[in-house]
T-cell receptor, first 114, second 114 residues
Framework: AQSVTQLGSHVSVSEGALVLLRCNYS??????LFWYVQYPNQGLQLLLK??????LVKGINGFEAEFKKSETSFHLTKPSAHMSDAAEYFC????????????FGKGTLLTVNP | DGGITQSPKYLFRKEGQNVTLSCEQN?????MYWYRQDPGQGLRLIYY???????QKGDIAEGYSVSREKKESFPLTVTSAQKNPTAFYLC?????????????FGAGTRLSVL
């Protein structure tokens, strides 16, 4: 079984401030982890993914995430928020297997204040 | 351009009516998925298909049906048995990027009940 918990359904930051969106997962096998972004009334766009190898993963738009096995976490960060980063962010886990099903967290809405 | 096309963008259902949401992809992907998104709930898997003429129930399949007669198409029917159909529906297909499987999403269909 696999699950994802995103801490904080809504995060508000000022433009130029650090963005930190938290994601913890549970998985019985080594996980594949993903962050997706969703702008209003649109589909999901992949920001970054962790599969194996380097635990610090860089994605698009200046975002990065670090896989910490000991903490079962995959938090998303960006050093300096832009207004265009305002969106909903979803963490997802896949524990492998032939059926390849993703389990999503409930999402975190990021607001960026001028 | 390659991608996933969902139609219509907005759909209205009357009581007791079945409605069908279209999902077409030209990415040559074998696997396709349907998710339902409700505010604060994240994405929940309705049905998925690994290959043509085969599909499996996801976590919330009751009141929905699908078919997979062609590789490019994976339509979702919301039946009258689904008592709370109002939601945002997202279709995805699975392909490979950087040697790893990734799900790619369409822009979604918003279904409302009249």
């Amino acid at each position: 079984a696999q699950s994802v918990t995103q801490l904080g359904s809504h995060v508000s930051v000022s433009e130029g401030a650090l963005v930190l969106l938290r994601c913890n997962y549970s998985s019985s096998v080594p996980p594949y982890l993903f962050w997706y972004v969703q702008y209003p009334n649109q589909g999901l766009q992949l920001l970054l993914k962790y599969t194996t190898g380097a635990t610090l993963v860089k994605g698009i738009n200046g975002f990065e995430a670090e896989f910490k096995k000991s903490e079962t976490s995959f938090h998303l960060t960006k050093p300096s928020a832009h207004m265009s980063d305002a969106a909903e962010y979803f963490c997802a886990v896949n524990s492998g297997g032939s059926n390849y099903k993703l389990t999503f967290g409930k999402g975190t809405l990021l607001t960026v204040n001028p | 351009d390659g991608g996933i096309t969902q139609s219509p963008k907005y759909l209205f259902r009357k009581e007791g009516q079945n409605v069908t949401l279209s999902c077409e992809q030209n990415l040559n992907h074998d696997a396709m998925y349907w998710y339902r998104q409700d505010p604060g709930q994240g994405l929940r898997l309705i049905y998925y298909s690994q290959i043509v003429n085969d599909f499996q129930k996801g976590d919330i399949a009751e009141g929905y049906s699908v078919s997979r007669e062609k590789k490019e198409s994976f339509p979702l029917t919301v039946t009258s048995a689904q008592k709370n159909p109002t939601a945002f529906y997202l279709c995805a297909s699975r392909g490979t990027s950087g040697g790893r499987d990734i799900q790619y999403f369409g822009a979604g269909t918003r279904l409302s009940v009249l």
